[in-house]
């Protein structure tokens, strides 16, 4: 009885590859995640390497992910317009490109950290397009709507996996290889997906023809944010966690080698270990059932966030911070990943582009300026210090938002005693 009990648990757990499209688009994506995961890796630890700063090391993360910010209502005006697929397939051509064109120059032994951060600028300029055209392309690839919510979060799953697989191989090779091979392993990945998206089969697009200009949509994206606060207020929430708490893991080449002495290996198992953290986290929403609280998991996983940030910023004894940095990771997954599932689930289909790419917006956009931020600010307290303080402010974000994280709750609570 438990056996079958267990089979059933599983199979609602991957319930969602029951449909044929979102497995192609599943394992094209993930053999792809796996290869970005590993240039992030290298491209950070190369430019840490080359300038031992941490102001530069915000500035990468500042410049791959800014470009984003700038062009990704362009980017939801374009997914909102024309086929999904095929923009999806431009950007992974695009970026495998990318990738090749920085394997090229390290191989090669031809390359300064100013092109690396060009190069890096390029690919936060193609993700612009990328993100809100994949994102709601599950919407696309997922046949029995019921199985949305298990879809995103197994698209969750995939892309912590990949942060889990991705750095700790890539620490491996950049101890044994150097940088440039991550690089050329991450652009052949690029096949997979690109094959992928090529065995996917989606009823003939028709072109959505629209007289309106780009500005007045752009306008009509704001006003409907404004007017649906059940998706602005998440995308507030998003905004304030991605500028102030989420670039802690800027500083961790600092804590692999300094706090803990180690090299590139050791800066790709701390990854690896906010990817495992990542990863059960995910697991357990993909587990959850269909009528479960997320705006409340939401905010007890923030609250979880910020208590392990506070633990690991002053631990030097690596097997134990390793412990407390996977109860980050499992708080930090759900920053983006229940904030994506619910606004998808809340936008209407002609607006879900453009509220994607204010997602977008809000996430790359304060991501890379808090990246500045906490370079500048590990120049004046330290690296321990400012994660302690990014902590601290994971737990003033989550009262902040406490009230509105609560109210389904507290709506249904009145609502079954008026009944009663």
Known sequence: MLMIINTKKITNTFRAFRNRNYSLFFSGLFVSQIG??????????AVYTMTHSAFMLGLTVFVSQFPSFVFSLLGGIVADRYSRLRILMVTQIASMIQAALLAILVLTNHYTVWEIL?????????NAFDVPARQPLTHDVVTDKADLPNALALQSS???????????????VLVKFGAGLCFLLNAISFVAVIISQLLIRL????????????????????????NTPSISMIMLMVS???????????????????????????????????????????????????DVDLKLILLVNTVIFGISLLLFSHIVNFPLAMAVVTLSGFGEMSQ????????????AKEMRG???????????????????????LSHKLGAPNTILCEGVTALIIAAFFSGFLRSDR??????NHSIN
């Open 118 to 126: 060009i190069l890096s600028g390029a690919l936060g300029l193609i």
């Open 240 to 290: 304030f966690t991605s500028l102030l708490v989420l670039p802690y893991n800027t500083l961790m080449p600092i804590f692999a080698k300094v706090i803990f002495n180690g090299n590139a290996a050791t800066f790709g198992y701390i990854n690896s270990f906010i990817g495992a953290g990542a990863v059960g986290g995910s697991i357990f929403l993909a587990s959850l059932k269909k």
């Open 203 to 226: 009823p003939a697009y028709i072109p959505q023809r629209s007289e309106t200009k780009i500005g007045s949509e752009l306008s009509e994206g704001f006003t409907y944010l404004k």
């Open 36 to 45: 970005n995961w590993m240039q992030r890796t290298g491209v950070i630890w």
């Open 158 to 172: 995939m892309a912590n996996l990949a942060r889990l697989a991705g750095p700790a191989i890539s620490g491996l």
């Open 410 to 415: 507290q709506e249904l609570k009145e609502k």
């Open 354 to 376: 453009r509220v994607m790419s204010y997602m977008a917006m809000a996430y790359f956009g304060m991501l890379p300026l808090g990246s500045l931020l906490v370079g500048a």
């Open 336 to 347: 983006i990943t229940i904030s994506m599932t619910l606004i998808q689930l809340y936008s």
